[in-house]
């Protein structure tokens, strides 16, 4: 059930980040061409792999509960932050998150750039695709190095990671348009849930406490942070009508 | 700005996030739960109550602002 609950949340939060970074890399290769953009995508690339290095075997030897309690707070955090944002769109207080808009607006960005050459690379969409990579690269190395650890297991948090980069970099390729129909939006409220899910649970682990039924208790979580963000959504959703009336 | 500042802002944006008070909340949290954990006390209902309890002031507070 965990190694499951494991993939899933890898794959769900890998792909939501590659999708955003797809976006850029688009927005860079129509707009400055594919050398520069692809050169951009394969220096950050090799940045990540070099942070994997170094970092993935530094984590395997700090004590579990030590690790369990910051990776803990860290994934609460996150997933808060993400929940949150999920919350608002859900209940129309804030603007869905609209790929189709975003990749126009740094298409529009790309194409009024100045263009200046370097080794026979447009440096603009090198920095564009680079730093979009990294950014949201680092997001997923992130997700996969701690859940991977915490749970004992990188190569399955990695497995959902890559499961998330073929589909997400086959379907680019295939369409070479934004993933507009990826419900992005519902992917981020799934990763909010999950994020703090494994959060709550590994930071009371981490500080102490000892859950009834031990790594079962994963589900009665779950399903705790999945209603009380629906009832969330519900409330909101009666105030936003409230407001309007 | 200078590039260290820069570099504390993307690592403070990225961890924290655009409302601090959920990260103090959490780790308000985190301190009860390993203080009652360490007195005896069986503290697993006290994170899934704070995490929910932080959400909805953090909630409350940007639909205000």
Same mark, same amino acid.
């Given at each position: 059930?965990?190694?499951?609950?494991?993939?899933?949340?890898?794959?769900?939060a890998s792909a939501v980040e590659m999708v955003e970074a797809l976006t850029i890399v688009l927005a860079s290769g129509l707009a400055r061409g594919w050398r520069s953009s692809l050169t951009g995508v394969g220096a950050a690339v090799v940045v990540l792999l070099a942070a994997v290095a170094a970092l993935g075997p530094a984590l395997t030897v700090i004590p579990i509960d030590a690790l369990r309690l910051v990776v803990?707070?860290?994934?609460?955090?996150f997933g808060?932050?993400?929940?949150?944002k999920a919350i608002l769109r859900a209940s129309g207080f804030k603007a869905q998150h609209d790929e189709d808009?975003?990749?126009?607006?740094?298409?529009?960005?790309?194409?009024t750039a100045e263009r200046r050459e370097r080794a026979g690379v447009d440096w603009y969409g090198f920095v564009l695709s680079f730093k979009g990579v990294l950014l949201e690269g680092l997001e997923v190395v992130f997700i996969v190095l701690t859940f991977g650890s915490t749970q004992g297991?990188?190569?399955?948090?990695?497995?959902?990671?890559?499961?998330?980069?073929?589909l997400v970099a086959?379907?680019?390729?295939?369409?070479?348009?934004?993933?507009a129909r990826v419900p992005e939006n519902t992917m981020k409220f799934a990763v909010g849930v999950m994020l703090t899910t494994f959060g709550i649970f590994?930071?009371?682990?981490?500080?102490?406490?000892?859950?009834?039924?031990?790594?079962?208790?994963?589900?009665?979580v779950l399903a705790f942070v999945v209603a009380s963000s629906a009832l969330l959504v519900g409330l909101l959703r009666r105030r936003a009508v409230l407001a309007t009336a | 700005m200078s590039r260290i500042a820069s570099i504390g802002r993307f690592w403070w944006d990225f961890v924290v996030g655009d409302d601090w008070r959920v990260a103090a909340g959490i780790a308000v949290a985190i301190g009860a739960t390993a203080a009652l954990a360490a007195g005896g006390v069986s503290v697993w209902w006290l994170m899934p109550l +704070? $995490?929910?309890?932080?959400?909805?002031?953090?909630?409350?507070?940007?639909? +205000? $602002?």
């Amino acid at each position: 059930m965990t190694a499951g609950f494991l993939v899933l949340s890898s794959f769900l939060a890998s792909a939501v980040e590659m999708v955003e970074a797809l976006t850029i890399v688009l927005a860079s290769g129509l707009a400055r061409g594919w050398r520069s953009s692809l050169t951009g995508v394969g220096a950050a690339v090799v940045v990540l792999l070099a942070a994997v290095a170094a970092l993935g075997p530094a984590l395997t030897v700090i004590p579990i509960d030590a690790l369990r309690l910051v990776v803990g707070a860290l994934l609460l955090v996150f997933g808060l932050q993400w929940l949150r944002k999920a919350i608002l769109r859900a209940s129309g207080f804030k603007a869905q998150h609209d790929e189709d808009a975003i990749f126009a607006s740094e298409l529009e960005e790309a194409r009024t750039a100045e263009r200046r050459e370097r080794a026979g690379v447009d440096w603009y969409g090198f920095v564009l695709s680079f730093k979009g990579v990294l950014l949201e690269g680092l997001e997923v190395v992130f997700i996969v190095l701690t859940f991977g650890s915490t749970q004992g297991s990188i190569p399955l948090a990695a497995l959902g990671a890559a499961a998330a980069l073929v589909l997400v970099a086959g379907v680019g390729v295939a369409v070479r348009a934004p993933l507009a129909r990826v419900p992005e939006n519902t992917m981020k409220f799934a990763v909010g849930v999950m994020l703090t899910t494994f959060g709550i649970f590994w930071s009371t682990e981490g500080a102490g406490g000892q859950w009834p039924g031990s790594d079962a208790a994963l589900v009665a979580v779950l399903a705790f942070v999945v209603a009380s963000s629906a009832l969330l959504v519900g409330l909101l959703r009666r105030r936003a009508v409230l407001a309007t009336a | 700005m200078s590039r260290i500042a820069s570099i504390g802002r993307f690592w403070w944006d990225f961890v924290v996030g655009d409302d601090w008070r959920v990260a103090a909340g959490i780790a308000v949290a985190i301190g009860a739960t390993a203080a009652l954990a360490a007195g005896g006390v069986s503290v697993w209902w006290l994170m899934p109550l +704070a $995490a929910v309890l932080v959400l909805y002031v953090s909630l409350r507070r940007s639909i +205000a $602002a």
